[in-house]
């Protein structure tokens, strides 16, 4: 017969057991929701990234079940339980999705979801509890460890990326800028804005019911070329920054990587170490840049100073640590509450006021790259600027043709605000010049893409096309100085004409200027070329 003492011995070796099992289990399902994120955004991820987030979320997924265990009672007969938990934390999106398609509204859908999140971890903790706990920890191990290290190994090769073959075909395009010498004195401000996802003015009329001839008038009173029929060169903010920063046609990049990688280091290294902003800061310039929630453009390391708007816990964390919260019910709260929605509503408008008074920062030439995320989604301004609940189609109840109204509305306020900046600025009296671009990256997304994001894009039709690679693209400089603005059809040449005004020196222009659209938004490098459907002119 066991004594006593001994049979208290055994039972903290096997709850100590449960609690090493419990543990792992809970760390394992940190890492499957770590690798899920990597994942579901290929090529988008910097290793980087990833550290701090998962340093966080593995020590709490760690140091909760210790918690509970060392808690004893109650407490400790739950913990074997939350690995469970944590999962249906992070699967909360799967819950939230059964709410819409139940045909509740946003509301309705995330309570719903909350309550059924919460049911589920109940029911798994009171049913957990009732088992050996032994038994149920080293089978919830077995399960997480498996799935955690299948999902490692896939992810692992997502932010492996394509290899060396991309990564030198990028730098080769960034070192084959024109760099031309720049003459000897005072040196023109630039402001260029890319105003995401800004339309052309067909676009806009056929589309979003909105007549954009004021506001192009207004442009051309004011000595601006508003370049007429604009498009291009890519269908996405990634690739089409790359391509126009660095002045570059990314086919050799495309060949080099093959159709079916999902691989954006390159693309993202085009964009941080750009060709236009290295000669910029090499004849002097002082380079401010203005960044979004998007990561490739939210900093930039060679940047002498950095404006995102606000500064907030939620504003301090990398775009990963915000697609790791998404999968759960706190970033969705946050949003509902107003508090990440106001935040981004007041970025957007503390960004276009520091914009207002721009040219004022500084002494010396003075470069500004503001990467502006409006009218892109979401929609967070009426046309009087007032801030409103974020407006995204299609969730959240909202029908195509309210879609429609928002858009059209936040671009009429960017409208106004875009010549109060350009005004404001212009009526500094400064010896230096003054150039002013207004260059979208991309088109609006059209209705199926919005619905599917995931669409092979690939197909298409004729107008799908001119909506999605339509542009707004114009600039001013000083005529009585460089002649009359100009531009070619594609930013693929905006940077080659402003550098060829600035320098004095003869920059040679792209001729063949391709549109090119992807397959997919995973699918970056599988190409096909539509610049014959986006010249022939409805």
């Known amino acids: 017969m066991t004594a006593p003492a001994e049979q208290g011995s055994a039972r903290r070796l096997r709850l100590d057991k449960a609690a090493r099992l419990t543990i792992g289990a809970s760390v394992a399902v940190a890492v499957m929701a770590i690798a899920g994120v990597i994942i579901d955004n290929p090529g988008e991820i910097a290793p980087g990234e990833i550290l701090r987030p998962a340093l966080v979320l593995i020590l709490f997924a760690a140091l909760a079940p210790f918690a509970m265990f060392a808690a004893s009672g109650s407490s400790a007969r739950w913990a074997v339980a939350f690995p469970i938990m944590l999962f249906a934390l992070f699967k909360f999106v799967g819950f ?16 719903a979801g909350v309550a059924g999140m919460l049911t589920v971890c109940a029911v798994s903790a009171f049913v957990v509890s009732r088992r050996k706990a032994e038994e149920v920890a080293g089978l919830l191990f077995f399960l997480s460890a498996t799935m955690a290290a299948g999902l490692s190994v896939l992810a692992a090769i997502n932010l492996s990326g394509g290899g060396s073959d991309g990564e030198k075909a990028a730098s080769d395009l960034i070192a084959a800028a024109p760099r031309p010498d720049f003459a000897a004195g005072d040196k023109p401000d630039i402001i260029y804005i890319v105003p ?5 003015a067909e676009t806009l009329a056929r589309v979003f019911g909105r007549d954009n001839s004021g506001f192009v008038g207004a442009l051309e009173q004011r000595g601006f070329h508003v370049e007429d029929g604009a498009r291009s060169n890519y269908a996405k903010t ?4 790359a391509s126009s920063m660095n002045m570059a046609d990314l086919r050799p990049l495309a060949a080099a990587e093959t159709p079916a990688s999902a691989d954006r280091a390159p693309l993202r290294r085009m964009i941080a170490d750009n060709a236009a902003q290295e000669i910029l800061r090499g004849a002097g310039y002082r380079y ?11 900093h930039n390391p060679h940047a002498d100073y950095e404006y995102y708007g606000v500064d907030t816990l939620w504003s301090s964390l990398s775009e990963f640590e ?12 946050a949003t509902r509450g107003g508090f990440v929605g106001r935040n981004e509503c007041e970025r957007l408008k503390n960004q276009l006021d520091y914009l207002q008074n721009a040219r004022a920062q500084s002494d010396g030439p003075l470069f500004i790259f503001a990467h502006l995320t409006l009218p892109h989604d979401p929609i967070t301004m009426n046309s009087d600027g007032a801030c409103v609940k974020h407006v995204y189609y299609p969730g959240y109840g909202t029908r195509w043709d309210e879609y429609r109204a928002a858009y059209a509305g936040y671009v009429e306020h960017l409208n106004k605000r875009l ?10 009296n400064k010896q230096r010049g003054y150039i002013f671009v207004i260059q979208a990256d991309e088109g609006p997304y059209p209705k199926r893409l919005h619905e599917n994001p995931d669409i092979d894009m690939h197909n298409f039709t004729d107008d799908e096309i001119r909506e999605k690679f339509g542009i707004i693209n114009a600039i001013y400089w000083d005529s009585t100085k460089y002649g009359p603005p100009y531009l070619t059809r594609t930013p693929e040449n905006n940077w080659r004409i402003i550098l060829s005004k600035i320098s004095g020196a003869d920059v040679p222009l792209i001729k063949d200027e391709r549109s090119l659209l992807m397959r997919s938004d995973k699918l970056v490098y599988d190409l096909k070329d539509v610049t014959a459907t986006l010249e022939t002119r409805h």
Request: proline letters at 2%; a negative charge.
């Open 238 to 241: 990634v690739a089409s920054l």
């Open 419 to 428: 010549l109060e900046i350009f005004d404001a600025n212009a009526a500094l």
């Open 96 to 111: 939230y999705g059964v709410g819409e398609y139940l045909g509740l509204n946003e509301d309705e859908a995330l309570f």
């Open 288 to 298: 401010m840049h203005l960044g979004t929630w998007w990561q490739e453009t939210r």
């Open 196 to 200: 995401d996802r800004y339309g052309n």
């Open 322 to 333: 915000h697609a790791l919260l998404r999968t759960t019910p706190l970033a969705w709260f």
